[in-house]
């Protein structure tokens, strides 16, 4: 079935530094979704790509949707403390028409003050 | 404006009791969407459904597991003679159509089975 490989699997980076993280697939995706989820709280939607090529820019988060349909990247510039927690990539496969998410296994972020 | 709303937020239950997990969908979306997710693992889709109507089902295991979303009320997830497997986060999205599929979630329901 579809899968999504997220990496990295976490980072530890020091406040003020630029992140970037990405996904692919095997498989060809019509919609890419970045969500951000804290500890005990529910994922909450950072940034929506529709179109393959689109760059979309959300405050310091910028995704791409890659040209092949397969990956997406996400970077956050000037890192604060605050974005600590765990971002995951989710992805609605080409292949269903039912709107169901392939989410991927998460980017746990770490910002040292 | 309300966002999707879960409750409990947190639920108990011995091996053999039943589940009851409730879903308020954003006011406006026809479209729920119920997710389950292990400790350090993603989010994995069990069931979609548009009001009255269950349209994909795929992820969700074939026995125990039933969901609902009637014409009033909210979208219910109910899993009987609950195992110890089945403790996880439960998660509830909806959205207001599925082609830009902007799926909105609520705080989750974490269902611990002793």
């Known amino acids: 079935g579809q899968q999504l490989n997220q990496s990295p699997q976490s980072m530890f980076i020091q406040e003020g530094e630029d992140v970037s993280m990405n996904c692919t697939s095997s498989s060809i995706f019509n919609t890419w979704l970045w969500y951000k989820q804290d500890p005990g709280e529910g994922p909450v939607l950072l940034i929506a790509l529709y179109k393959a090529g689109e760059l979309t820019s959300n405050g310091r988060l910028t995704a791409q949707f890659g040209i092949t349909r397969k990956d997406s990247f996400l970077n956050i510039s000037a890192s604060i403390p605050s974005d600590v927690g765990i971002y995951f990539c989710a992805g609605q496969p080409r292949s269903s028409n039912t709107g169901k998410l392939i989410f991927g296994q998460g980017t746990t972020l770490q910002v040292k003050p | 404006n309300a966002g999707v709303m879960q409750n409990p937020r947190h639920l108990v239950r011995r091996r053999g009791q039943e589940a009851r997990l409730r879903c308020s969908p954003v006011k406006g979306h026809s479209h729920v969407y119920w997710y389950r997710q292990l400790p350090e693992e993603g989010l994995k889709f069990m069931v979609y459904?548009?009001?009255?109507?269950?349209?994909?089902e795929s992820g969700m295991p074939k026995e125990r597991f039933s969901a609902e979303f009637p014409k009033e009320g909210p979208s219910i997830l109910r899993i009987q003679q609950v195992v110890r497997g089945d403790s996880a986060a439960y998660f509830c999205?909806?959205?207001?159509?599925?082609?830009?599929?902007?799926?909105?979630f609520g705080p989750g329901t974490r269902l611990t089975v002793l």
């Open positions: 459904l548009q009001k009255e109507n269950i349209i994909d």
């Open positions: 999205a909806s959205s207001i159509e599925i082609t830009n599929n902007e799926q909105f």
